[in-house]
């Protein structure tokens, strides 16, 4: 686990990277589990910012920034909502076929830039 909220952001970045590569090499319902990886990763990095305390062990975005007492604005919420049900199915495939049908370069390519509109959120919050 990351020591510092700067080391979760870099880990953020990175992730975020890794996700557009995946969805360069047509991993698309992978590129999509990295996004949400990227988002967790920097609402930890604020969490540990703000509360100067470790993160908890939770994949939920909505509870974590739920702690910080806030809530992403408008259309950036629903959004948030939506990857965060996405993690599951995504981190943990039943059907891989249904799974790609599922989420097509269109669906990814959006839900990629939309947790880029979510981290520039969250390091606005710094």
């Known amino acids: 686990m ?5 080391e979760w952001l870099r880990q953020s970045d990175y992730d975020m990277d890794t996700a557009e590569y995946m969805l360069r090499g ?3 319902f992978y590129a999509v589990f ?4 990227a988002v967790e990763k920097a609402a930890k990095g604020l969490y ?8 908890p ?15 992403p604005p408008g259309e950036l919420g629903v959004f948030l909502v939506s990857l965060n049900e996405a993690q599951i199915p ?6 891989l076929a249904t799974l790609s049908q599922q989420y097509t370069e269109e669906v990814s390519r959006e839900m990629l ?6 981290l ?3 390091k606005s919050q710094l």
């Open 2 to 6: 990351a020591s510092s909220p700067e």
């Open 26 to 28: 047509g991993r698309r």
């Open 34 to 37: 990295m996004c949400h990886l």
């Open 48 to 55: 540990q910012r703000r509360l100067n305390r470790v993160p």
């Open 57 to 71: 062990r939770t994949h939920n975005l909505v509870y974590l920034l739920g702690q910080l007492g806030l809530r």
């Open 90 to 95: 995504t981190r943990y495939p039943e059907d």
């Open 113 to 118: 830039r939309r947790g880029q509109e979510v």
């Open 120 to 122: 520039a959120w969250i």
